[in-house]
Each structure stands twice: as C-alpha cells, then as structure tokens.
C-alpha cells in the first residue's frame, strides 16, 4: 500500500526552527499536490502549507506565513515543511497529506492519502 510518511518532529525552544520531512512510496509522487495540515489537542486538524505537483504554487495559512516554507523534491518522492520562528501554539501533530487536483488548496477533503503523524512540542 502506497504510504505517506511524516519525520522530524520532536521538542524545541520557542524561537527555534524544525524540518519535517515527509516520504511518499508511490511511483507517481509527481502526479499529486500536496499538503501539510496540523492538530493541536482538543482542537480541530487545521490547514498549514500547499504545494502544486510541479512546485510551481504554494499556498499558507496566515498563522504561519513568513515563518514557514514548504518544499517539495519529485526525484526523490519527498515533501518538506520547514518550521523557523517556532511558538508555543505551533504545538500540534503535523500531517502529511497528498491529494490529485491540478494546483494547491487548503481544504482537507481534497487529500486522499494522509500520513500518521509527527509530533512537534514548542515550549516557551
């Protein structure tokens, strides 16, 4: 079965900066955009970063604008979100998720393939 799998998280300092990395098994990782969505406890999965299959757009939420760049790599079947500036609230699971459209979108129900998770703690 064709997986997503969602790297790099892990506990750092307000202020500071996190790579998550995000690997995807198929064979047509160029075919599908791609998306990174979060969720913090007791509160809903929220969208975070878009990028077209091409690289060519991307899209932020405007909590992380400015703060965050996602990257993408179609040799190597990879998704990036690189996290700068980290606060407290940025605290969540992150999602890697990959969905067949052809440019970027921020609703989560145009992805229908979705990672496990990685967990990022910012503390103050």
């Known amino acids: 079965q064709v997986q997503l799998v969602e790297s790099g998280g892990g506990l750092v300092q307000a202020g500071g900066s996190l790579r998550l990395s995000c690997a995807d098994s198929?064979?047509?990782?160029?075919?599908?955009?791609m998306g990174w969505f979060r969720q913090a406890p007791g509160k809903e999965r929220e969208f975070v970063a878009s990028i077209k299959w091409n690289g060519g757009t991307t899209i932020y939420a405007d909590s992380v604008k400015g703060r965050f760049t996602i990257s993408r790599d179609n040799h190597n079947n990879m998704v990036y979100l690189q996290m700068n500036s980290l606060k407290p609230e940025d605290t969540a699971v992150y999602y890697c998720?990959?969905?067949?459209?052809?440019?970027?979108?921020?609703?989560?129900?145009?992805?229908?393939?979705w990672g496990q998770g990685t967990q990022v703690t910012v503390s103050s």
């Open positions: 198929g064979r047509t990782f160029n075919n599908w955009a």
């Open positions: 998720a990959a969905g067949i459209m052809p440019t970027v979108s921020a609703e989560a129900d145009r992805y229908t393939r």
